[in-house]
């Protein structure tokens, strides 16, 4: 009978574990992991789930010292978003797979900026790796690491 109790218990804890999004959190800038033409000073990204959406916020302060700030609602599967605060036109989101999605973002009509973002399978670290041109038109470049929050 015991045996079973901790089977059941073990069952239950992995379906809780393997049932979280990888995406889903608060995610802190590590400037000492990140490596870029273009790192900002400091960046925060939370992911919140909400149904089959992801609703994403990016804030913080770019390598000149401009604000970021950036908010858009996209679906889990990928897909168009619906900007709600940025300085793009278009954003569109496709899931590659569990732990990788690729985010294009257009302004004016044109692609700008591409993105990979790939979430730790540990759930503790999020690559971001990006090409592009940044608010001044010059090309950017890089991957930038995320460490995930405490209680996120």
Request: aromatic share 8%; charged share 25%; proline share 5%.
């Amino acid at each position: 009978m015991r045996r079973i109790l901790y089977a059941v218990a073990l069952f239950a804890t992995a379906g809780t574990l393997f049932a979280a999004d990888p995406f889903e959190g608060t995610w802190k800038l590590n400037s000492a992991q990140s490596k870029s033409n273009a790192t900002p000073k400091d960046e925060t990204i939370v992911i919140a789930k909400q149904g089959d959406n992801y609703q994403v916020t990016i804030t913080g302060t770019d390598a000149k010292g401009a604000p970021i700030s950036v908010k858009y609602t996209a679906a889990s599967g990928g897909g168009p978003a619906k900007i709600l605060e940025g300085p793009y036109d278009a954003i569109s989101t496709k899931r590659i797979d569990e732990h990788t999605r690729e985010t294009t973002y257009m302004k004016g009509g044109k692609e700008i900026r591409t993105s990979r973002g790939a979430a730790a399978k540990d759930g503790k670290s999020l690559r971001v790796s990006f090409k592009g041109v940044d608010a001044d038109g010059k090309p950017a470049m890089g991957a930038l690491t995320f460490d995930r929050q405490p209680g996120t």
